[in-house]
């Protein structure tokens, strides 16, 4: 079955690699118009060369509220509207016991992966989606749902952005709002965890595999299209079944 998001505009952060990326990517083959957005010009760039489809890029911080301003006006200028707002950028400056970190730490987490995708979301939502109903998608963390060593503030943030993806939904009405909660994904964000304890914990799942970004990239487009348009205030969970004990061998 085919998934189109013909007629569509879509704004997504941290869209210059991995999970951004392939999220951009499947938007623009599935018809979306696409935004690429994220710190660097030349990744950004780069990444858009990659895709096939209508895109532009512009380059925000996605804590910088007056940048997500500026590049909510750009893709209104470009496009003319924006149906899908894709939080997805994120940072992870700390990683250690929560009372270790400082707060300089603590404050650029929070700025980034959880005020970010507030004043994004408000910011589109004033220029479009106030008068035209669209989707908001929130890319938090399995992390949001349990307690772990070494990524608590992390962790933390991600636990607010599934509570704000509910809030918002409960706030913004026939405008949908939806998240995606990853397990370990095989990007660059990940690699430490991933070349250390990544052969470990896909030992352990169901699927015997770690995720890639394009299996975040397919619940992705679901979620956003109008095969999804009963669904609003949820999280969605995709691990490889990392919330389950396998019995195969």
């Not at 997805?88 to 929070?110: C, E, H, I, M, R």
Request: aromatic fraction near 6%; include cysteine.
């Amino acid at each position: 079955m085919e998934i189109s998001l013909r007629g569509k505009t879509a704004l997504v952060t941290g869209a210059s690699r991995g999970i951004g990326q392939a999220i951009a990517k499947s938007f623009a083959e599935a018809g979306a118009q696409v935004m690429l957005t994220s710190r660097k010009i030349e990744a950004l760039r780069s990444a858009a060369m990659q895709i096939d489809g209508e895109t532009d890029v512009f380059a925000a911080n996605a804590g910088d509220i007056q940048q997500a301003q500026a590049c909510v006006d750009a893709t209104m200028n470009r496009f003319g509207k924006i149906d899908i707002l894709v939080n997805n950028a994120a940072t992870n400056p700390y990683y250690g016991p929560t009372l270790g970190v400082d707060s300089a730490q603590f404050d650029k987490t929070f700025q980034v992966n959880l005020k970010g995708p507030l004043f994004w979301s408000q910011a589109v939502w004033n220029a479009s989606m106030k008068n035209t109903p669209g989707v908001i998608l929130n890319i938090a963390s399995v992390g949001g749902l349990r307690a772990e060593q070494g990524l608590g503030v992390y962790n933390l943030t991600k636990a607010a952005l599934i509570h704000l993806t509910s809030q918002l939904a409960c706030e913004l009405g026939r405008t949908r709002v939806v998240g995606i909660a990853p397990g370990l994904v095989k990007t660059f964000f990940a690699s430490v965890l991933v070349e250390n304890v990544g052969d470990r914990l896909a030992a352990a799942l169901p699927t015997r595999r770690l995720g890639e970004p394009q299996d975040i990239a397919n619940l992705a487009l679901f979620l956003c299209s109008d095969l999804a348009a009963w669904i609003t205030g949820a999280t969605y969970v995709i691990d490889g079944g990392g919330g389950v004990r396998s019995g195969t061998m």
